[in-house]
């Protein structure tokens, strides 16, 4: 399950789950949920966390590679930043 995925991806990047669900501007409660399974997780998540973690939406279906950049000292700033910088890069290519 792509729930499953995402939590995998968070601990990869060293995030933690108030951190992700700040940048997400969702409840941490919903975000913890979505992590569990316990959640649907829609389009507009999945393109945010897919610019976050510098992957696609395949990575999260289908369990392909990913190489995760530590994150964990990251402010809300950095991660706004750090996402719009690989929304940018994606439109590019």
Same mark, same amino acid.
């Given at each position: 399950?792509?729930? &499953?995925?995402?939590? +995998?991806?968070?601990? /990869? &990047?060293?995030? &933690? %789950?108030?951190?992700?669900?700040?940048?997400?501007?969702? *409840?941490? +409660?919903?975000?913890?949920?979505?992590?569990?399974?316990?959640?649907?997780?829609?389009?507009?998540?999945?393109?945010?966390? %897919?610019?976050?973690?510098?992957?696609n939406e395949? $990575?999260?279906? =289908?369990?392909? &590679? =990913?190489?995760? %950049?530590?994150?964990? *000292? =990251? $402010?809300?700033?950095?991660?706004?930043?750090? /996402?719009?910088?690989?929304?940018?890069? /994606?439109?590019?290519?």
């Amino acid at each position: 399950m792509i729930n &499953s995925e995402i939590k +995998k991806m968070r601990m /990869a &990047s060293g995030l &933690s %789950c108030t951190q992700v669900a700040e940048y997400l501007e969702v *409840d941490l +409660k919903v975000y913890l949920l979505m992590e569990n399974e316990n959640q649907m997780v829609n389009g507009e998540i999945i393109e945010k966390l %897919c610019f976050l973690y510098g992957c696609n939406e395949k $990575t999260l279906y =289908f369990k392909e &590679s =990913f190489t995760p %950049c530590w994150m964990k *000292d =990251f $402010t809300l700033k950095q991660l706004q930043h750090t /996402a719009t910088a690989r929304k940018l890069y /994606a439109q590019l290519r």
